[in-house]
């Protein structure tokens, strides 16, 4: 599985952006699909999550209500849409894959990572 994820940018507070993570390898109601963020200096933390089959969406409190997860198989492509961005957004995003696990939330879980995409949101 690769992943190949854009879309990150800079931003003002408040703006909205979409990331995508286009899959290739395996079809993407087969995977479960994550993504993760590194604030500059801080550890990677969960932001969102895709269960295979496109199910189940799961969200980090922080995010929870502004961002959106969602898949389309037809490109074979996962988004984050992020909305009322703040400045605490301000991270390199990951889109994951994990071939073998129905959802996750630990870094882990996810056995395929995409190369990360900047998003800074400027105050």
């Known amino acids: 599985v690769q992943l190949q994820a854009s879309g990150g940018g800079l931003v003002q507070v408040g703006a909205s952006l979409t990331l995508s993570c286009s899959v290739s390898g395996r079809t993407l109601g087969r995977v479960g699909m994550g993504w993760f963020r590194r604030p500059l200096g801080k550890a990677r933390e969960f932001v969102a999550a895709?269960?295979?089959?496109?199910?189940?969406?799961y969200y980090s409190d922080s995010v929870k209500g502004r961002f959106t997860v969602s898949g389309d198989t037809a490109k074979n492509t996962v988004y984050l849409q992020m909305n009322n961005l703040r400045p605490e957004d301000t991270a390199v995003y990951y889109c994951?894959?994990?071939?073998?696990?129905?959802?996750?939330?630990?870094?882990?879980?996810?056995?395929?990572w995409g190369q990360g995409t900047l998003v800074t949101v400027s105050s």
């Open positions: 895709l269960s295979m089959g496109g199910s189940t969406t």
């Open positions: 994951a894959a994990a071939t073998d696990r129905f959802l996750g939330t630990e870094g882990y879980e996810y056995n395929e």
